[in-house]
């Protein structure tokens, strides 16, 4: 590009960051804002880590034992598929529930 003088206009490195703060701020406020909202509900909060728990539980006793064997390659498989699907569910269900 070219400036007002006709001359090729350079990027500074004030160019570059366009936020006026930084990730690492922005990270703090948003887990703070996430702390506040975990501390305004806390019977959800409570049910959610009692669910997590149970179903860590449940998982556990379901895929005992089920190890690095090569024959069981289907079963941990499976344990991996159904934990990325209850994590992601569990995650998304309230939105889905707050945004109706």
């Known amino acids: 590009m070219l400036n007002g003088n006709g001359k090729l206009a350079t990027t500074t490195s004030r160019d570059i960051n ?3 703060t930084s990730q690492w701020q922005q990270f703090r406020v948003l887990l703070k804002r996430s702390f506040i909202c975990i501390s305004r509900d806390m019977i959800v909060t409570q049910f959610k880590i009692i669910v997590h728990f149970l179903v860590g539980l ?13 024959a069981k390659v289907s079963a941990n498989i499976s344990l991996l ?11 998304s269900i309230p939105i889905v529930l707050f945004c109706k």
């Open 81 to 91: 598929f159904f934990i990325i699907m209850f994590l992601y569910f569990s995650n």
């Open 58 to 70: 449940l998982i556990g006793f379901i895929y005992y034992n089920v190890g690095n064997d090569g």
């Open 18 to 20: 366009k936020y006026p």
